[in-house]
């Protein structure tokens, strides 16, 4: 499960996808990126290869992390792919660990299945994949929930349970199988919390919640109790960071991405923008200081200054693993990121 750190990187890097829809291009552009993305990340040693389960976004084309995921079993050999995640209480335990014990057989020992207890979308398209108006239950709910999972992904419900006689396949009831590795995702304390005291590895959302990486990450090394899985922390954080061949081309491409971001926080979700359309947008002063603040937990610029960058992250944080994101117009500059990134950590070619 522990990633290794290669080239000159101080920890082992990872890649986080959205599969971002910019103006002037289509989900089908978004998801080839994606697959030309991750068997970069297979060719260059990249540790892991997750996409995000989000709904009712023009602009992310990574609702269904199953249905993507097993397009990109078929297309790498080496790089772990995983959820980053898929938003549990949206779903039924029992349809989880089947859909992630179907990728576990495609691509044996290369799963990750992480878990988060947000809905990955506003409240009525929550409401609608849930089919239930009492969200806040789903919240609550979401210890017991992963516990079920993973009793389906063991099949080891004790006898007299409900679901004893209920087996999630691919799975343990067919004979000796690998399962998928669980993680935690989180933006705040609960989820940290809750990781540490199951033993099991936390991935922290640092490129949209900054201000609570830090709590998050002490309370989960406090919190945490050995496992059969793990016998000491271990913290992935997630860091939006663009490379590109100059400072001034990384500026226009995040740019956009903060565009994107302000309108869907503000209630306007579409399309990411164009660079063009970006830097000829009159913000308000309320929308500069959100944008501003939004991109000084972006590092951008040159390899040189990401690395840089990403090396402060590592330092600051205390890091196992780094899981780098980028959200942009162009898918191209995505994959040109991904590439500058390896080339400045040195990363191997295969």
């Known amino acids: 499960m522990r990633g290794e750190a290669r080239g000159s990187a101080p920890v082992p890097l990872s890649v986080l996808d959205l599969a971002n829809v910019g103006v002037g291009h289509t989900s089908g552009d978004a998801l080839r990126a994606a697959v030309e993305s991750a068997r970069l990340a297979d060719r ?66 290369r799963v990750d299945l992480g878990l988060g207890r947000a809905p990955g979308t506003d409240g009525a398209t929550a409401a609608a994949l849930r089919r239930t108006d009492h969200l806040r239950e789903g919240a609550d709910e979401f210890p017991q929930q992963l516990g079920e999972l993973i009793r ?3 099949d080891d419900f004790p006898d007299g349970h409900r679901y004893s006689r209920i087996h999630a396949v691919p799975g343990p009831v067919q004979g000796e199988v690998s ?52 016998d000491e922390p271990y913290a992935l954080i997630g860091a939006a960071a663009l490379a590109a061949d100059d400072e001034e081309e990384a500026r226009r491409q995040v740019r956009s991405g903060a565009l994107a971001m302000l309108r869907l926080r ?40 990401v690395r840089d960058g990403l090396d402060a992250l590592v330092k600051r944080t205390g890091a196992d693993e780094l899981m780098i994101t980028a959200n942009v117009h162009t898918p191209e500059a995505r994959v040109r990121s991904l590439e500058l990134i390896a080339d400045a950590y040195e990363l191997p070619r295969a």
């Open 179 to 230: 399962r998928p590795q669980v993680w935690l995702l989180g933006s705040s304390g609960f989820s940290a919390e809750l990781a540490g005291r199951l033993g099991l590895p936390f991935a922290f959302a640092h490129h949209f919640s900054s201000r609570n990486t830090l709590p998050a990450l002490e309370l989960y090394r406090a919190s945490f109790t050995p496992s059969a899985v793990l």
């Open 266 to 305: 503000t209630g306007r979700p579409g399309l990411v923008p164009t660079p063009e359309e970006a830097a000829a947008y009159r913000f308000s002063a309320a929308e500069r200081d959100f944008v501003d603040s939004w991109l000084g937990n972006v590092t951008h610029g040159t390899p040189d200054a």
């Open 44 to 109: 260059r040693g990249f540790t892991r290869y997750w996409v995000a389960e989000h709904h009712s976004m023009p602009g992310v084309a990574s609702s269904s992390p199953a249905v993507i995921l097993s397009h990109l079993a078929a297309r790498t050999e080496r790089v772990r792919l995983g959820s980053g995640g898929v938003m549990l209480p949206n779903h039924a335990p029992l349809v989880v660990a089947e859909q992630f014990g179907t990728l576990e057989a495609f691509a044996p020992g």
């Open 152 to 154: 389906f992904l063991d």
